[in-house]
């Protein structure tokens, strides 16, 4: 093998173990955004309110927070300051998520609508939680949630229009492929 091959084989362990590395640093942020997406979709499906949940996945994103700001922080105050001000930031998150969820306050809202209305207050949640943490990852966490709001409205309202425009596509292929069909049986061999 030459110092090249060698050299190519190096660059690209190295690529690759820089990938794996970049994946594993932003896991809980996608494992964060996927759950916060499936946590809507599963409630718009099945139309019961997931309250554990949105609950759960409020704690979760907060003992994220922590966990990535930890390893910055070298002194036991600054630590300790960190847990203090994230446990009371996401208490007030909580807080207010519960008052979505009070029986008088949900039933004024359809039960997908709730769980979009709990999505957005972790959002905003996520987002002020990155500003306080000084944390583009977690500010960008809380945009990219809040951005799922509007699109998964959008999606709902739209999946009847995608529907058709599937159903006037496939027609449109069905009735041009038979047609060529029977253009070739119409035409004589020569």
Known sequence: MSDLDVHRNETASST??????????????????VLAI?????????????????E??????GVVCVVTKWPELHSRDARFHLIWTQAVHWVAVLIAMNIVLV????????????????????????VLAGVSLLSLRICFL???????????????????????AAVLLIGLGLAFWLSQGDDRASTPPN
Request: aromatic content about 10%; overall charge positive; cysteine-free.
């Open 16 to 33: 690759h173990s820089g990938l794996i590395k970049l994946l594993w640093r932003q896991l809980p942020f996608i494992v964060a955004l």
């Open 142 to 164: 809380g945009i990219a949630m809040a951005v799922t709001v509007p699109a998964i409205s959008w999606l709902q309202q739209s999946v009847i229009f995608f529907v058709l």
């Open 56 to 61: 759960f996945l409020a704690l979760a994103i």
């Open 38 to 54: 499936a946590g809507v979709a599963y409630t718009n499906i099945s139309h019961q309110p997931l309250v554990g949940y949105w």
């Open 103 to 126: 029986s008088r306050v949900q039933q004024l809202l359809p039960t997908p609508a709730t769980s979009l209305v709990l999505l957005t207050l972790l959002a905003l949640g996520t």
